[in-house]
T-cell receptor, first 110, second 113 residues
Framework: EADIYQTPRYLVIGTGKKITLECSQT?????MYWYQQDPGMELHLIHY???????EKGDLSSESTVSRIRTEHFPLTLESARPSHTSQYLC?????????FGPGTRLTVL | GDSVTQMEGPVTLSEEAFLTINCTYT??????LFWYVQYPGEGLQLLLK?????DKGSNKGFEATYRKETTSFHLEKGSVQVSDSAVYFC????????????FGKGTMLLVSP
């Protein structure tokens, strides 16, 4: 089993603020992923990484950006949050062929 | 491209009823298949998986069999409990080497006492 940590769990902010959602894992997994989950429950892959200095955009276009400077850390940043960014954000890493998910960050932008 | 179709919910059952949630997929090659469960306010948890045709994944009384001939991976449980109320996602991981998951849209299960 993989332990994936996400902070904060809940975040309410005003429009225009810059935010960073943190995701970390201590298992040394190379591959990590960010998903956006809309209120209708559907999951969309927005970013993924195969290792340090590797980042790729996912299936859903997102205004967020990610970085992978260390293996264990995969933060997601929104430079200027908008109400349309209100969603749940889920981070995952992969062990063998199975993705394991963090608890998620529920973001509300007012 | 790869896709997963699962039955729309909510599925509403009484405790001890039999559960089936249908899942079919479209993929090239030989994908691995997964069921994830999401309890309210939480992230996704792996429920079970199968990596090749005719494999049966099982966990916590839930089962699903990888049927390549019908491209299906239906989730079943013989007797549901109130605590099984959650959203269930069917997913596949293609054999492209990128290990990304393609999810279905999720099926909400509501079990009443």
């Amino acid at each position: 089993e993989a332990d994936i940590y996400q902070t904060p769990r809940y975040l309410v902010i005003g429009t225009g603020k810059k935010i960073t959602l943190e995701c970390s894992q201590t298992m040394g997994h190379d591959k990590m992923y960010w998903y956006q989950q809309d209120p209708g429950m559907e999951l969309h892959l927005i970013h993924y990484s195969y290792g340090v200095n590797s980042t790729e955009k996912g299936d859903l276009s997102s205004e967020s950006t990610v970085s992978r400077i260390r293996t264990e850390h995969f933060p997601l940043t929104l430079e200027s949050a908008r109400p349309s960014h209100t969603s749940q954000y889920l981070c995952a890493s992969i062990l063998r062929d199975t993705q394991y998910f963090g608890p998620g960050t529920r973001l509300t932008v007012l | 491209g790869d896709s997963v179709t699962q039955m729309e919910g909510p599925v509403t059952l009484s405790e001890e009823a039999f559960l089936t949630i249908n899942c079919t997929y479209t993929a090239t090659g030989y994908p691995s298949l997964f069921w994830y469960v999401q309890y309210p306010g939480e992230g996704l948890q792996l429920l079970l998986k199968a990596t090749k045709a005719d494999d049966k994944g099982s966990n916590k009384g839930f089962e699903a069999t990888y049927r390549k001939e019908t491209t299906s991976f239906h989730l079943e449980k013989g007797s549901v409990q109130v605590s099984d109320s959650a959203v269930y996602f069917c997913a596949l991981s293609g054999d492209s080497g990128y290990s990304t998951l393609t999810f279905g849209k999720g099926t909400m299960l509501l079990v009443s006492p």
